[in-house]
């Protein structure tokens, strides 16, 4: 019988215990021919970090229903057509991830917004059933040789990614910090205007052109961004399953040239059979520096007479940040956990920004009573043994008297929720300072889960925190 294959995220199950697969094609009874990834009966367990892969008969697409044991997600959740997607491949690039099959992906990135982009890339895109990322400068979006908006929606609607490129291609090191704001914030609201609120999670930089600065007000606001290369280097990213948070995206530049030409060839054909994603961009097709259309065409009909799976960029780097609201922009803190040492102590968002260009408008306050007192706030994040994290962050503290201090922590648990070791850091600035240069810790080799906590302890004080961000350090500091 012909099956198909279906990825549970981890973002979706997250510490579910039993996940049962149900179909409301039998009047929503429980199904027995479901598998998990290894070949097992329907009730599965799965790790608290790894997505979950299980395949079903074809007939039961569009009807799955999950049932989990989880105190964070509502039962019997409607499997939707977003949560995974099979037509443009995204399950086979799954089943990679999985370690299942060693089969990558091919992310096509077009950058600047190009006429040529909508006629030659899309039109083909099209016929083939393939996935592109099309980059638009704002500012260009309708001038000549550029899409229009409509042009524009209509490959939205299609089910492709669009990405900010800025609102005037401007070097975002030199431009100014109120510039910077522009290219972010005028250039998104100007897109949203075309293709609706929401859908633009990736920023492509121009020129390439990126520091720490701007990578840390693109936080929060964005899940990944985009690069730019010219070499044979930088042109490819391992599949790796426990790599969620990928948000640097090196792309391999079609400039024309014979001997890139050949080198793309050859990379299709490696994803094909490695567990690697490719990235390509290029500008406007035929101009000088770009791919000519009859490349570009080869390059795509050859990922499609391969079978690999041709990705937008944010479903092959889905880059879900691991801690939720990071920048404690929910008034009402739903998704961080307030404990206290009495009724008196106080976890608060407020209406506070470290700096005017990221994002956000408001902070998580502590505040203390007595000496003795202590108040944090806690979330959840998965943890892989061995692994390097950095939380990082902005904070400032004011202490009227008493021995500690305001801290980060991370209560590493087992994984039977034993703590085995917290490590912690004091944080002592008096105004806004971004901490994450040190804050780091290497995991546990026995680690499964942490509690990332921001604690107010043993102080009469106030303190004041946002932009925080938990990630393996490979990443980099964003908080
Ligand atoms: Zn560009």
């Not at 030199?174 to 522009?182: C, K």
């Not at 014979?258 to 990235?279: F, Y």
């Not at 912690?424 to 971004?434: C, F, G, K, Y």
Request: charged residues 15%.
């Amino acid at each position: 019988m012909a099956r198909r294959s279906f990825i549970v995220p981890a973002s979706v199950h997250g510490y579910a215990h039993a996940i049962t697969a149900w179909t409301a094609r039998t009047g929503g009874s429980q199904v027995t021919d479901l598998l998990d990834v290894d070949g097992n009966a329907t009730s599965v367990l799965s790790g608290a970090t790894d997505p979950l892969l299980f395949s079903g008969p074809a007939d039961s697409t569009g009807t799955l229903w999950l049932q989990m044991g989880d105190r964070y997600l509502t039962p019997r959740r409607k499997v939707t057509a977003d949560d995974w997607p099979t037509a443009d491949g995204s399950a086979a690039y799954a089943t990679a991830q999985h370690g299942a099959a060693p089969v990558g992906a091919v992310c096509f990135t077009w950058d600047d917004g190009f006429a040529s982009h909508y006629s030659t890339v899309y039109a083909l895109a099209q016929q083939l059933g393939q996935k592109h990322t099309f980059n638009v400068v704002a500012g260009l979006v309708g001038t000549a040789n550029y899409m229009t908006s409509a042009q524009i929606a209509e490959i939205s609607a299609a089910g492709h990614e669009i990405a900010n490129h800025s609102q005037t291609h401007i070097d975002m090191t030199t431009a100014s910090a109120a510039q910077r704001l522009i290219e972010m914030d005028t250039a998104q609201a100007n897109i949203d205007a075309i293709i609706g609120a929401g859908k633009t999670t990736t920023f492509t930089y121009p020129l390439g052109k990126r520091n720490a600065t701007t990578d840390s007000e693109l936080w929060l606001r964005y899940k990944r961004y985009l690069l730019t290369s010219t070499g044979w280097s930088a042109r490819l990213t391992p599949v790796t399953p426990n790599r969620k948070t990928m948000r640097a995206v090196p792309r391999f530049s079609l400039d024309g040239s014979t001997a890139h030409q050949s080198q793309a060839m050859e990379l299709i054909r490696r994803a094909s059979v490695e567990p690697i994603v490719v990235s390509f961009y290029s500008h406007d097709l035929g101009a000088g520096g770009s791919a000519t259309v009859a490349q570009v065409q080869a390059l795509m009909n050859y990922a499609a007479s391969l079978g690999v799976p041709c990705l937008r960029v944010d479903q092959a780097f889905p880059a879900e940040p691991l801690l939720i609201d990071g920048g404690f922009e929910d008034a009402s803190l739903t998704y961080w956990q307030t404990t206290a040492s009495d009724g008196s102590q106080i976890a608060e968002s407020v209406a506070d920004t470290p700096a005017t260009n990221l994002n956000g408008s408001r902070s998580l306050h502590l505040k203390t009573t007595t000496d003795t007192s202590f108040v944090y706030v806690t979330q959840q994040v998965p943890l892989v043994p061995g692994t390097k994290y950095t939380i990082s962050g902005r904070t400032r503290v004011a202490i009227a008297s008493g021995a500690g201090g305001l801290l980060f922590r991370v209560r590493e648990c087992d994984a039977l929720g034993n703590q085995i070791t917290a490590p912690s850091w004091t944080l002592t600035a008096t105004s806004w300072n971004q901490y994450g240069a040190t804050t780091n810790f290497t995991a546990d080799p026995a680690a499964c889960v942490g509690y990332v906590d921001v604690l107010l302890n043993n102080v009469t004080a106030e303190a004041w925190i946002d932009h925080l961000d938990f990630a393996p350090t490979y990443e980099g500091v964003f908080g």
